[in-house]
């Protein structure tokens, strides 16, 4: 931690002197300025805390005081004065010093009185932190990435989260976010005191996912012995997230698009409606509109979510992000598994900016995860992600031996590992290599490798 600095402004040089010797034993950084207009100068270089005279030569402390606090109100400021009155301590109190202390002073009591100060904002500041993180852990900072693609995200991610939009359809790749998103939609939303609910539609069984949803009355199946409230009751004023809303069935469709217009629905086994006000998120990782030209997704339905579209990108469409986000999930797991890992090198960090990431941030977040966890050293190397080896990126093809290679013997050698893994089926293996059927019969002749009996 880096020692707090004390900026001393008095105009008796002997007084000056004497706090800055006893301050720099007690091992802060002290500064000194002799009137008012270089105290206000030297505020801007990061002051923690200002001793300061009541008494200067060009204005008074209480003025000095006041401009102080309106630069920043988190530097202290503690009053030295030989003619404190009632009124001028009260005043300046008021205008938010820390503490007033009476000239003759001894400096054990100033050492004393800044240590306390210093201590209280130390404390204070702390707490700040606390409470930021713990009331928003999914702030819109959460969303890392300084690439032209997650400042657009952000910013329409703000101008939803205030909206009073009640549908709203995020679209992206499977890992790009969207449970994320979601969340910082949520909290930083005046729903954000209300609950957040989500329920993934794949991963329920349908008549199970619409009692979830929508609740069931008492006897409404076979197993229905208690009334149940669903989904959209319980987030009541809040918001409920729809994951992979495109795995729903039809019949829920229906009753979905019948919500979403109505604000009402009825409880499965019920004959009257239940209003509620509730913000529905829905997400996909498909095209909806392919789903509906298939006749699988209800038209109505995916108007009427699309009116607010959130697209996520595919990290690919914004690899220069990869190196924040690696770094990111260094301190994260640096966290979590007690590490000090001090980041990636720079020839991990270039080859990961190369990959194709077809996971997306989640593959970033698995692939340190597992590089922390197995890595000895204090930088991250290309060898702790084996995703490099496994999937070279497109840029980089086969590396040339030192000793060089046989073309005829490496081109006979990759056909024959083609119509291996394609069971001798040439079209298949033709496409492993890029070739077409011609091509490849051209080389399986030229091989003699239908009479080794390789080819049907
Ligand atoms: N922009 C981002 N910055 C930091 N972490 C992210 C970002 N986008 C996604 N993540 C993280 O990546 C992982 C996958 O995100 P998630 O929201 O579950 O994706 P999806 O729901 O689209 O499959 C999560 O751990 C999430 O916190
Ligand atoms: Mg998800």
Known sequence: MRNETILVVDDEQLIRWSLVERL?????EAIEAENGAQALEKIHDGVDLVLLDYKLPDTDGVSVLRRIKEHDPDILVILLTAYATVETAVEAMKIGAYHFANKPFNLDDVARTVAQALETTRLRREVRQ???TQAQPYAFDRIVGESAEMDALRALLRRVASSPATT???TGESGTGKDLAAKVLHYNSDRANR???????????DALLESELFGHERGAFTDARQQKRGLLESADGGTVFLDEIGEMVPGLQAKLLRFLEEKAFKRVGGAHDIRVDVRVIGATNRNLEEQVKAGRFREDLYYRLNV??????PLRAHLEDVPTLVGFYIDLFNREFRKSVRGASLPALEALRAYRWPGNIREVRNAVERAMLLADGSWLEPHDFPILGLKPASSAPIGLPAEGVNLEDLERSLVVQALERSNGNQTRAAALLGLNRDQIRYRIEKFGLVKQGVAP
């Not at 720099?24 to 802060?28: N, Q």
């Not at 609950?195 to 069984?205: D, Q």
């Not at 607010?308 to 990108?313: H, I, S």
Request: glycine share 4%.
């Open 24 to 28: 720099r034993a007690e091992g802060y």
């Open 130 to 132: 606390l409470r930021a």
């Open 168 to 170: 709203v359809l995020l």
């Open 195 to 205: 609950p957040f609910m989500n329920i993934t539609c794949s991963a329920i069984p």
């Open 308 to 313: 607010l579209p959130v697209a996520l990108p």
